[in-house]
């Protein structure tokens, strides 16, 4: 939900809250509503709405829960945004997205600056960030996001992936095939297909024939083995593979093809712009607020030149990487264009001082990335609110605001791959100032998710934000509050900075 510090005019006062810290049992979706299924669409996906009466889940106003539910395998998600620093209707992010079959609002946002909490993937490329601490992000620059996750298992070019090197009672962790680095702590399967002839050396290894053990490494090898597996271990690893002793039969099964899943994730920039022995690191990206350490990087996403933060520096860069302006003492706005300030860069705090070293017509090389904290193949990822359901255990908050009859966005999945895409409403148009009364608790969307087949649910932006737009016959059309048939017309949606839609398609 936004705050706002404008006074809403709310008509009413609800009176459908459950006790602070209660965590009661939420009725059965199919004792207490009428299911209506809209439409079936061409990749699988369903669309319809549970109608319960008033107080039948607990709330004084009738209850309308839409719920769009299909196979991750056929869809892909999609993360549409306004330009940085502004808003769009909602209807205009649904549209935006080609053959976009549901959509929902997303990310939590502040309402003076318009900026979301948290950082914006898409396309496979970061396009937003926050800074280190702020909203919901950490000192370091993490953001909790909800992670679409395309990932192809190549032993050519190597893959992450949690699997499990099993001898008799003998079990450890490979977190991958064929990685670029062994990371701390854990074990990397190396094989004949690797595209390199070195390979990263491990501190301990043993190579694997047949499923037998063949051969230990007791230093680990930097060459790629000409037939078999060669697991390699680091730190706290190396235990566990030296259990598997030569002559022990051991299995271990390698991925292929394509898999789709979604995920809760922390994403974190790591971009830079290199030059000489210098990096200045970007740490935020077309954030309109100043912070106190490395640059904010502003390209063609970005709103107004007005709308940007000053640095103690600033520069702006060709796309070839050319400097195309520079500021060394202060920092200014610089407008970008289509040709020669296609970036720009407002950079802060000690590191402002190393644009000193930059002169127009110097060639820089720049690098945007991001990590996963889950090592991810993030394809898009948007911010989201807290964890609902883990593992089927519904984990969602008894206590605060979380136990409010509040309007509801949540999106839920299990390991099969099936999904699910939710918003709980008050169900009926009504003109309540904006304020959005009547819908669920936190914890009936939850359960509710998880009776309909969801293990694992994440919640989003609620209140005056949720809504719910389906395609009906190539028209967007708001399915989480119906509209008054006597004139047409659409409830009351507010403008946001960014939403999810799902469409057929990778």
């Known amino acids: 939900m936004v705050v706002s510090s404008l006074a809403l005019a709310i008509p009413f006062i609800p009176s ?16 207490i509503s009428a299911y209506t299924r ?6 699988g996906g369903r669309m319809g709405y549970y109608s319960m009466a ?16 299909g196979e991750i395998s056929n869809y892909a998600m999609q993360t549409p945004t306004a330009k940085f620093g502004a808003l769009a209707s909602q209807k205009s992010l649904a549209t935006s ?7 929902i609002n997303s990310d939590y946002f502040d309402f003076g600056s318009y900026m979301p909490y948290s950082a914006i993937v898409s396309k496979g490329v970061l396009v937003y960030s926050p800074p280190p601490g702020q909203a919901r992000v950490s000192a370091t ?12 298992y190549s032993e050519v070019t190597g893959y992450t992936y949690s699997s499990s090197l099993i001898s008799g009672a003998n079990k450890a962790t490979v977190v991958g095939v064929n990685l670029k680095s062994i ?5 990397v399967a190396f094989t004949a297909k690797n595209s390199s002839s070195t390979i990263p050396k491990g501190s301990y290894g043993i190579l694997i024939r047949d499923n037998v053990v063949t051969r230990p490494y007791l230093k680990g090898s930097t060459f790629r083995p000409t037939s078999g597996i060669l697991f390699q271990a680091t730190g706290s690893a190396i235990p566990y593979l030296k259990k598997f002793f030569v002559g022990n039969h051991a299995t271990f099964t390698l ?33 309109s607020g100043s912070h106190s350490s490395g640059a904010t990087l502003f390209d063609r996403n ?39 300030k296609t970036r720009v860069f407002q950079v802060f705090g000690a590191q402002a001082s190393m644009v000193s070293q930059l002169s127009v017509g110097q060639k820089v090389r720049y690098v945007n990335t991001f990590s996963s904290a889950n090592r991810n193949t993030v394809s898009s990822a948007s911010g989201r609110g807290s964890l609902l359901l883990s593992k089927g255990k519904n984990i969602a908050s008894c206590s605060g605001s979380a136990t409010s009859f509040r309007p509801r966005t949540a999106i839920g999945w299990n390991a099969s791959g099936h999904f699910w895409v939710a918003t709980a409403t008050m169900g009926m148009d009504h003109n309540d100032g904006g304020y959005r009364v009547g819908g669920s608790t936190l914890r009936q969307m939850s359960d509710w998710l998880n009776q309909l087949g969801a293990t694992e649910a994440v919640g989003f932006d609620g209140g005056g934000s949720v809504t719910q737009f389906m395609s009906l016959s190539g028209v967007a059309k708001r399915i989480d509050i119906p509209t008054d048939p006597s004139d047409g017309h659409e409830a009351w949606i507010r403008d946001v900075p960014i939403g999810l839609a799902f469409a057929p398609g990778s």
């Open 255 to 287: 991925k292929s093809g394509t898999t789709k899943k979604l995920a809760p994730d922390t994403i974190t920039p790591t971009g830079f712009v290199e030059f000489g022995t210098s990096k200045i690191y970007v740490t935020a990206m077309n954030y």
């Open 16 to 31: 459908g809250a459950q006790a602070a810290g209660t965590c009661p049992t939420s009725p059965r979706l199919s004792t």
């Open 54 to 69: 008033a107080r039948a889940a607990g709330s004084d106003f009738p209850t309308r829960l839409a719920v769009f539910d």
């Open 97 to 103: 997205v080609a053959n976009f079959e549901t959509y």
């Open 302 to 340: 970005f709103g107004p030149v007005s709308s940007q933060a000053v640095g103690n520096a600033t520069f702006a860069l060709d796309n070839s990487g050319v400097v195309t302006e520079v500021s060394k003492n202060n920092g200014v706005q610089i407008t970008l264009n289509s040709s020669t």
């Open 38 to 43: 809209v439409t079936t669409f061409a990749a």
């Open 183 to 187: 990371p701390a702590n854990s074990i």
């Open 141 to 152: 620059g993490g953001s909790q996001v909800l992670s679409y996750v395309v990932q192809t």
